[in-house]
């Protein structure tokens, strides 16, 4: 009993101490992980990633990448000013990259580390697909969604009582190679459907704000969805919400969206 008692006022500790809010959304979540941590192992993963992968420069779609990437990243950093959280992306040092794999993937690291596979680029089309995927990877990164499933892992494991720095180095690591299992399949970690909602809103936002026309982000969530018809689902769309819950919660947040981009140039 006095366990019990005693572990659930660490819980009651991490909920007081790390509870963030998403200014974009308002979500609430237990986010415990040290930040700078996470960054710093983040880029060491990238890094190698990238040494073993082919990048693909010079390209049409790379320096689409690029520029999409660089314009949802100025949309996000105007916004935080605009609210008083510019703080809240002061340490991101942000990548756009494109790997050669025929995989239908793409990926934001926290820190803002981007890697877009080459074989999802004929489902984005154009500028706006890629902004329709760019704004929902950077979602997840901005979100600290990968903060929040380590901390869920490490209060799983009876770690950070109160705060993620009383963690060892080397636990945090491994709590990180197990949630970030990059290596040679892009396999990434498994965000739970109310994060991968979050993540389409604030996408949808952000893309908004970036002056790219969010009512072609059904399309490309459609287009998609088909690519898994008869065959094995994209890595993708492992654990993302199924399509009518998508689409609905895509009309239900698409008014807003259009507001950010009117003001954003957009024409209507």
């Not at 049409?60 to 510019?86: C, F, L, P, Q």
Request: charged residues 20%; glycine residues 8%.
């Amino acid at each position: 009993m006095k366990f019990k008692t005693l572990l659930g006022a660490s819980a009651l500790a991490v909920t007081l101490v790390a509870c963030v809010t998403n200014p974009i959304t308002g979500r609430k979540s237990i986010q415990i992980s040290n930040d700078a941590e996470l960054q710093q192992m983040a880029l060491q993963e990238y890094k190698a990633t990238l040494s073993k992968s082919k990048v693909v420069s010079n390209t049409v779609d790379a320096k689409n990448i690029k520029t999409v990437g660089m314009n949802i990243k100025n949309a996000a950093e105007r916004y935080y000013k605009s609210i008083g959280r510019e703080a809240d992306l002061q340490n991101y040092n942000w990548e756009f990259n494109l790997l050669e794999d025929k995989q239908l993937n793409a990926w934001c690291m926290p820190g803002g580390k981007v890697a877009f596979y080459t074989g999802i680029m004929p489902v984005c089309k154009d500028a706006t697909g890629i902004a329709v995927v760019m704004g929902h990877e950077v979602s997840h990164a901005l979100a600290g969604h990968g903060n929040e499933r380590i901390s869920q892992a490490m209060i799983a494991q009876g770690l950070g009582a109160a705060t993620g720095s009383a963690i060892k180095s080397d636990k945090l690591q491994q709590i990180f190679q197990v949630a970030y299992p990059i290596g040679a399949q892009g396999v990434l970690l498994k965000y739970g459907r109310n994060q991968e909602l979050e993540a389409d809103k604030m996408g949808l936002y952000l893309m908004a704000m970036a002056g790219y026309d969010p009512r072609q982000a059904k399309p490309f969530w459609q287009r998609m969805e088909a690519q898994s018809s008869g065959s094995r689902q994209p890595e993708f769309l492992s654990t993302h919400p199924n399509p009518e819950t998508r689409m609905a919660d895509i009309d239900k947040n698409l008014p807003t969206a259009l507001e950010y981009y009117k003001a954003a140039g957009g024409k209507l």
